[in-house]
């Protein structure tokens, strides 16, 4: 029989979309060639799907020649273990803040514990509760609420946590066009080049740095 289809990963495909007249030729031209060329091999591709959107709309019959899977958000274990892994690397002890609106199963646990350190158990399940609720799945929304509630200056070789509070994002409404066009290029495909940024602007080095 004929041999088995090879399997090629294509990791971060984004990278294919530019943010340029045309921009979405290339992509569309790669997904045609997946598809094209299914019989001898298996394509394996990941994309962000804030550019996935973006590419249903700019090219839905290209996009509409593959088979998509989302991958399942990561649960709230695993947030926790991410963000506790990445803060290892400092040092530093942690110090969780009780919040002032805790629900009276939260408070019925705290009064029973006893020491310092079952209370402070208790606040960090509910921190890491709250973070993942907030952040929806998101991995990058979960660090960014983390780092918004810590407080290096509270005590020396520690770091106090407070309680997570929603990121409001009214500002984007106040960005001039060329920083609003740079911010949806970081959210669709991660990158923009200040050679990129030049080039789609007309400016110069300096003036896209």
Known sequence: GSPPPKVVLMEHMEHLLLRAPGGTE???DFLTFQARTNRN???VSTISESAWRYVLKAKPAAAGLVSTR???LPSRAVTEGLILTRHQRSGLALEFAEPSDLNPLVRRKLRRTRGEKSKQAVLKAEFFDRIHRLSEGSIAMAILLWL???DFKSREGQVRVNPPRSVRFTFVEELELTQDFALMAFMEHGTLTLAEYADI????GEEAW
């Open 26 to 28: 290339l992509l569309g």
């Open 41 to 43: 091999h298996f394509w």
């Open 70 to 72: 989302s991958l399942a």
């Open 148 to 150: 918004h509630a810590l």
């Open 201 to 204: 602007f007309l400016a110069s």
